[in-house]
């Protein structure tokens, strides 16, 4: 069956180091992977997308790469803040009228 | 700005009960989506829509049902809600192409 697995741990990270978050897909051909950051009560924002050609793609301090032979994910904050402080969830999408399925997502803090 | 609005915060209701979930999108979009989120469970794909009067069940659509009459209106029903249907209740919508979600600021729903 199809799975999604993020870090199911909280990542404690100091501020001003490099935050790397994990996503790792079975079963599936994403076209798309998508990263979203949902802070504690509202709904998810849409951060980044990248696709499948692409193995690299960069916004601001934000930097997402994209394996497909290791069906692996990896989201890095530079330079990190204690404003980024969220969860953050990924969501590897096939294309076409598939469903948008996400990950359970990890919890990161910014420690001052 | 783009704004996807779902009618309550907070909802209470009791076992047994009829609950409609509302959900209005103001950016002209085909695509439509209900999820909920548990602690732990990340978030479940219910029902999504790609077109008006059209719908696909998602990974957890049992005690669920959905009407989109119009384009920018997607309603989430509990026929007769349980105590297990307590949770966070979060739309969102897409453009054609799904590469990028909006979602609601969501509606936790306590079932007593």
């Given at each position: 069956s199809q799975k999604i697995e993020q870090n199911s741990e909280a990542l404690n990270i100091q501020e001003g180091k490099t935050a790397t978050l994990t996503c790792n897909y079975t079963n599936y051909s994403p076209a798309y992977l998508q990263w979203y950051r949902q802070d504690p009560g509202r709904g998810p924002v849409f951060l980044l997308l990248i696709r499948e050609n692409e193995k690299e793609?960069?916004?601001?301090?934000?930097?997402v790469t994209f394996d497909t032979t290791l069906k692996q994910s990896l989201f890095h904050i530079t330079a990190s803040q204690p404003a980024?402080?969220?969860?953050?969830?990924c969501a590897p999408y096939p294309g076409g009228y598939q469903k948008v399925t996400f990950g359970t997502g990890t919890k990161l803090q910014v420690i001052p | 700005d783009v704004k996807v609005t779902q009618s309550s915060r907070y909802l209470v209701k009791r076992t047994g009960e009829k609950v409609f979930l509302e959900c209005v999108q103001d950016m002209d979009h085909e695509n439509m989506f209900w999820y909920r989120q548990d602690p732990g469970l990340g978030l479940r794909l219910i029902y999504f829509s790609y077109d008006v009067k059209m719908k696909e069940k998602g990974d957890i659509p049992e005690g669920y049902s959905v009407s989109r009459?119009?384009?920018?209106?997607?309603?989430?029903?509990?026929?007769?809600a349980s105590t297990n249907q307590t949770s966070m209740y979060l739309c969102a919508s897409s453009s054609t192409g799904r590469e990028k979600l909006f979602f609601g600021s969501g509606t936790q729903l306590s079932v007593l």
């Open positions: 793609k960069r916004k601001e301090r934000l930097k980024d402080s969220a969860t953050y969830l | 009459e119009k384009k920018e209106r997607f309603s989430l029903i509990l026929e007769s």
